[in-house]
């Protein structure tokens, strides 16, 4: 496989490659003339479109929707499928979230590893394949979306005007192979505020987080507050009592006060620290009333907040498969008189949404709170460990790593993989290897890098030979 030792030359060509597509800002916007998703998700899209002409691959722009870098011939087609947008930045980087800088051989961005490193890694190992002239009978089509953080628009749209690949798997998760994915719901539970005060307390204000699939790293409560004095040495017992994360700032008589959390993926929410809770765990030692304010946050404390899984909330289920389902409270907001709390949930493969909704409705019977369902519900994927599909991609994995112990598993995360028949989800993280998606100083090793672009290299000629 001399194809592999080719990708080697290309070292500083991957890395710069990566670097430049990370210094796009790729957040979803506004959309524009051509632009469905905004700008940024628009330029990433160009670049790497204009890069895989330069490495020799014909390409096709879909509307800029989507897009696509394909070579080979046959009458079958491995596919691949990444993205090229990313979520918000959040905040407390240690080096620009859009620099891709480079210190102690990691380069530093957000989408070094969801997903633009991997997406540059899969064109680099096309190219090894193309420029090695090895035989394939079957075609190899990157297929690269803008739209996947926040609603596969990108990928409708694709599907909607080209044939899907016979076989597919998408860069986006984890090492070995990820055969199963949980399904995912986005919801919201919502309360009517008839009146934002509390005794001697208004809420102005209320707002956190920055996408359902991320877990907040920041929130915040702007209040009027009559008796400031007394307010303040309660914020001070709080936090001796607690040492949460929470900051005030007095400005006459309102007071803002925020909340710091650690961003993770919606999809592991156990691995952050949600910043919303560590707000309503605030307001609930500060109000005590038994207005609609207190309500809501009772609520909360008492069922959703530090509770991963749904398990006080009426929505606990687990399988034999996939585990525990993943409960994230990703947004807060009040809104025309009513606190609105957007809930991210990854239910287990064996369950289905009918049953979260079910139980969390009769949860909260008796209460204020009302649930509003999500307009999608991405169910669960599966694909047979036993399939060529799944047995092909271990043998790779296991031959370019050594690791002969790993066996395929099933995540929490929605990747590409569950837009087509026969797609799962393989690399790039592997196992035992920090999680850094979706969180501040996002980063992507250069040896890494170079590892799954190898990695990916083989895949491709074993799927395609």
């Known amino acids: 496989m001399n194809f592999i030792n080719l990708i080697d030359s290309y070292k500083e060509e991957i890395i710069a490659s990566t670097q430049e597509i990370v210094k796009i800002k790729s957040v979803e916007e506004e959309p524009k003339e051509n632009m469905p998703f905004g700008e ?15 490495l020799g691959f014909d390409t096709k722009d879909l509307e800029g929707y989507a897009g696509y870098a394909e070579f080979g011939q046959g009458e079958e087609t491995v596919g691949v499928l990444a993205h090229l947008d990313v979520v918000p930045e959040g905040t407390g980087w240690t080096y620009p979230p859009y620099g891709g800088e480079i210190h102690d051989e990691k380069i530093y961005g957000r989408g070094t590893v969801d997903d633009k490193g991997p997406a540059i890694a899969v064109l680099y190992a096309m190219k090894a394949l193309k ?61 009517k505020i008839d009146s934002n005060i509390c005794g001697s307390i208004k809420l102005i204000d209320l707002k956190g987080g920055n996408a359902p699939n991320m877990v907040p790293d920041y929130a ?68 005590e009333g038994k207005c609609d304010i207190c309500e809501f946050i009772n609520i909360y404390n008492e069922r959703i907040g530090f509770k991963h899984n749904g398990e006080r909330i009426g929505c606990g289920l687990e399988d034999d498969m996939s585990g525990k389902l993943n409960f994230n409270p990703g947004l807060i907001k009040l809104e025309d008189n009513k606190i609105i709390l957007t809930i991210n949930v990854r239910y287990p493969i064996r369950s289905s949404s009918k049953e979260v909704y079910e139980g969390i409705r009769k949860n909260i019977e008796g209460t204020k709170l009302e649930l509003v369902e999500g307009r999608s519900d991405s169910k669960p994927l599966y694909v047979p460990k036993d399939s060529f599909l799944v047995k092909t991609l ?64 083989q895949a491709l000629y074993e799927l395609a030979k």
């Not at 940024?40 to 330069?54: C, F, I, M, T, V």
């Not at 400031?228 to 607690?242: A, G, M, P, Q, S």
């Open 394 to 457: 271990m043998k790779v994995y296991k031959e370019q790593t050594g690791d002969i112990n790993s066996d395929a598993i099933t995540i929490g995360g929605g990747t590409y993989a569950r837009a087509m028949e026969n797609a799962v989800a393989f690399g790039p993280m592997f196992p035992g290897q920090p999680d850094v998606v979706h969180q501040r100083d996002e980063y992507i090793s250069i040896e890494n890098l170079m590892k799954i672009t190898k990695i990916y290299a």
């Open 220 to 287: 915040e409560v702007t209040l009027e507050v009559e008796d400031i004095e007394n307010f303040d040495e309660r914020y001070k017992d709080y936090i001796k009592e607690k040492n949460n994360s929470i900051d005030i700032n007095i400005v006459n008589n309102q007071v803002k006060v925020i909340a710091r959390g650690i961003s993770a993926h919606g999809s592991t929410p156990e691995k952050g620290e949600n910043a919303i809770s560590y707000l309503m765990d605030f307001l609930g030692y500060m109000l």
């Open 40 to 54: 940024g998700p628009y330029k990433a899209l160009q670049y790497a479109l204009e890069l895989s002409e330069k």
């Open 131 to 191: 420029e090695s002239g090895i035989s394939l009978n079957r075609k190899i089509r990157l297929i690269l979306g803008t739209n996947e953080e926040t609603g596969w628009g990108c990928m409708n749209y694709y599907f909607k005007h080209e044939k899907a690949p016979t076989m597919a798997f998408t860069p986006d998760a984890d090492f070995p192979v990820i055969y199963g994915e949980k399904g995912i719901i986005v919801f919201n539970l919502e309360q």
